[in-house]
């Protein structure tokens, strides 16, 4: 299995976030991460919301090798195989055959969009869009600028290094989300900041 100490120090400060947008206990919901990474933030959730069928992703084939790990390590049955997904890819060509329009409650994304190209992010709400039930919700977490605005200098350092990593990565503003968000019949509904530097950001699918 693979290990992030970030993904171990943020998974609950997360999880204390996400609760409130999961579907209720004596509801039965859907959650469908985009790029889940290693797999710990999914086994943590899953683990804490049993009534809740979490189906995870990532483009990579040692993560989706990690993410089976930790699924099989805490015995997790609330947990679907990971999948492999290019979210720059239409959702038809998607494998599973399994992704429906407006049958997911909650679509997960985290540390994603910004070390990867703006495609990924152009991709990610669209998806949003198609997949997301009326009112369900697109919950995103990272560092993010704020009307061009980056804060504190370690997040601006660390925008720095990502452009000289890959000139078409970077640290997304919310503005332009914002414009993603509109085209895709979603509307930001809230912003919570969080350890690190970091904030959650909440899309609401309006229609």
Known sequence: MLVAGAADRNKQPILDVLQGYLPPINQTGRVLEIASGTGQHIAHFAAHFQHVLFQPSDIDRNCV?????????????????????????????????????????????????????????????????????????L???????????????????????????????????????EKLAKDNNLCLEKMVDMPANNKCVIFRKTS
Not at 154 to 176: C, M, T, Y
């Open 65 to 137: 090798s990690s993410i089976t790990a930790y699924i099989e390590n805490k015995k997790l049955t609330n947990v679907l195989q990971p999948v492999e997904i290019d979210v720059t890819k239409p959702i038809d060509q998607w494998p599973g055959g399994k992704f429906e329009p407006s049958s997911w409650d909650v679509i997960l994304n985290s540390n994603m969009i910004h070390i990867s190209p703006w495609e990924s992010a152009v991709g990610l709400f669209k998806a949003s869009g198609y997949l997301l039930k009326d009112k369900g919700v």
């Open 139 to 177: 919950f995103m977490y990272g560092p993010y600028k704020v009307n061009g605005v980056l804060t504190p200098e370690s997040n601006v350092r660390f925008n720095q290094q990502l452009i000289a990593q890959n000139p078409s990565w970077g640290v997304r503003d919310i503005v332009d989300l």
